[in-house]
């Protein structure tokens, strides 16, 4: 855990992600680690963002000229129609979890997409103005909150 902002490249090469591995990338700004995870995960990996719509997801139309990205709707990641079951090294969440939504049925839908030994990788910004101040910020799920319920999914701190 950090307390300070942190380039999407620096995390990606922090975190250890690896040539070959797949990533699910959810949030929101939408493919903001897009471009560093490509880079990282090269031949054969992929990177797939999901995005609420397919106007969200043309924010990352200029890396499609890469191989390793894919985009994907977000319903259809809820709903369990996005990918494989099973097929993700790491999952990247950016201030998704929101008490508008569903978060145990959102825990548990992405869930399935994760490989035995999975990272998921929780990122989130207060609500300090700037970053992360969107019309979402007051109805984020507290920290604390997001951690029990991605606990409570069978996933480890």
């Given at each position: 855990m950090s307390h300070h902002l942190i380039s999407p490249a620096v995390l990606v090469h922090d975190l250890g992600i690896e040539i070959g591995d797949t990533i699910l990338e959810l949030g929101s700004p939408l493919g903001l680690f897009a471009a560093a995870a490509i880079k990282a995960v090269?031949?054969?990996?992929?990177?797939?963002?999901?995005?609420?719509?397919?106007?969200?997801?043309?924010?990352?139309?200029?890396?499609?000229?890469f191989s390793q990205l894919e985009t994907t709707l977000l319903a259809d990641v809820l709903l369990g129609r996005a990918l494989p079951r099973q097929s993700v090294d790491w999952i990247l969440l950016t201030n998704l979890l929101s008490s508008s939504m569903n978060p145990d049925h959102f825990c548990i839908s992405v869930n399935q997409y994760a490989k035995a030994g999975a990272r998921i990788v929780l990122v989130d910004w207060r609500s300090r103005g700037g970053v992360g101040a969107g019309p979402l910020a007051s109805q984020r799920v507290s920290q604390e909150k997001a951690i029990n319920l991605l606990q409570s999914c069978g996933m480890v701190f």
């Open positions: 090269r031949e054969p990996g992929k990177v797939i963002v999901a995005g609420a719509s397919d106007e969200a997801l043309e924010r990352v139309s200029y890396l499609r000229r």
